[in-house]
């Protein structure tokens, strides 16, 4: 079993920078690839980017390439997505998960076996 426990949304100016964290507890985050997805109001739940287990590969959707950056602390058990010059596209639900994948980056939701409660970030014009 995993938890996964997001933290660090909020309401940012669009061109601003917020950084989310993804506290894991359970089983070592070092056994799983982890990912972001988000949910916007009416839409499906998305995916955002995603970093195998070894921390040696990441995937990214292409709408944040250049602007997002996955990375991971294994002393922590912290996965970080540090959001740069953010858009108001971008405002979302935003949701860590955690999938038993060795060197590939699903981008489905089912792909994934645990999910974090999510946190909202909104990004205002």
């Known amino acids: 079993q995993v938890q996964l426990v997001e933290s660090g949304g909020g309401l940012v100016q669009a061109g601003g920078s917020l950084r989310l964290s993804c506290a894991a507890s359970g089983r070592t985050f070092s056994s799983y690839a982890m990912a972001w997805f988000r949910q916007a109001p009416g839409k499906e739940r998305e995916f955002v980017a995603a970093?195998?287990?070894?921390?040696?590969?990441?995937s990214y959707v292409d709408s944040v390439k250049g602007r997002f950056t996955l990375s991971g602390d294994n002393a922590k058990n912290t996965v970080y997505l540090q959001m740069n010059s953010l858009k108001p596209e971008d405002t979302a639900v935003y949701y860590c998960a955690a999938g038993r994948w060795g060197t590939a980056l699903p981008m489905s939701v089912p792909a994934y076996d645990y999910w974090g409660q999510g946190t909202q970030v909104t990004v205002s014009s």
């Open positions: 970093m195998s287990r070894s921390g040696g590969s990441t």
